[in-house]
């Protein structure tokens, strides 16, 4: 079975300070990683994926993301949040290459950023 | 980029009563969409795995009767809450994967469901 894992519910930060969320997962085969984000009020969309390749996954808006296989971990960093990255994480987990299988999320994590 | 509809945004319905919550993908074929259901402060938990023109795949303790999915067609696929109670009030949100290799998800906008 697949699982996702958020260790950081709820983050405070002020502006231009770094950040990193911490995600885990666990599953037996080939994974696909990504992080998603929720502004208020909006859908999600996505920040950043993992297939394959370079570890280190570079996505929108200045926020990038390491797979590190021997820890099954994905952390998501920026080096310096603004006010406007105050929004819920979601780190997800599609077990399997190709366009099969479901994508499964980690409990989210919310992030508030005092200007 | 891709586009998911979902409809309506918000629907408050009576105990009872059933509710249809409509999922489209306005520029892109989806054989497979996905549905979600998100509770306050916590995380997506899929439902269910949406099949064009095959039954729905749900997930263990979702109940098929109560959350009917009809995937009519490659752009269309419904969810219908059916005699919908208090604690059916929640996020509903779907998702759907264009078929082009290693496409990531795109979400809709979600449902709010209240039944009062």
């Known amino acids: 079975a697949q699982s996702v894992s958020q260790h950081n519910h709820h983050v405070i930060l002020s502006e231009a300070a770094s950040l990193e969320l911490g995600c885990n997962y666990s599953?037996?085969?080939?994974?696909?990683l990504f992080w998603y984000v929720q502004y208020p009020g909006q859908h999600l969309q996505l920040l950043l994926k993992y297939f394959s390749g370079d570890p280190l996954v570079k996505g929108i808006k200045g926020f990038e993301a390491e797979f590190i296989k021997s820890k099954f971990s994905f952390n998501l960093r920026k080096p310096s949040v603004q006010w406007s990255d105050t929004a819920e994480y979601f780190c997800a987990l599609k077990g399997g290459s190709g366009n099969t299988g479901k994508l499964i999320f980690g409990q989210g994590t919310t992030l508030q950023v005092k200007p | 980029g891709a586009v998911v509809s979902q409809h309506p945004s918000r629907v408050i319905c009576k105990s009872g009563t059933s509710v249809k919550i409509e999922c489209r993908s306005l520029?892109?074929?989806?054989?497979?969409m996905f549905w979600y259901r998100q509770f306050p402060k916590k995380s997506l938990m899929l439902m269910a795995t949406?099949?064009?023109?095959?039954?729905?795949?749900?997930e263990q303790g979702v109940e098929k009767d109560k959350f009917l999915i009809n995937h009519a067609s490659l752009t269309l696929s419904t969810l219908t809450v059916t005699s919908a109670h208090p604690e059916d009030s929640s996020f509903y949100i779907c998702s759907a994967r264009p078929s082009a290799y290693n496409s990531p998800l795109h979400f809709g906008n979600g449902t709010r469901l209240t039944v009062t």
């Open positions: 599953y037996g085969g080939t994974v696909n």
């Open positions: 949406s099949n064009e023109g095959s039954k729905a795949t749900y």
């Open positions: 520029d892109f074929q989806a054989t497979t």
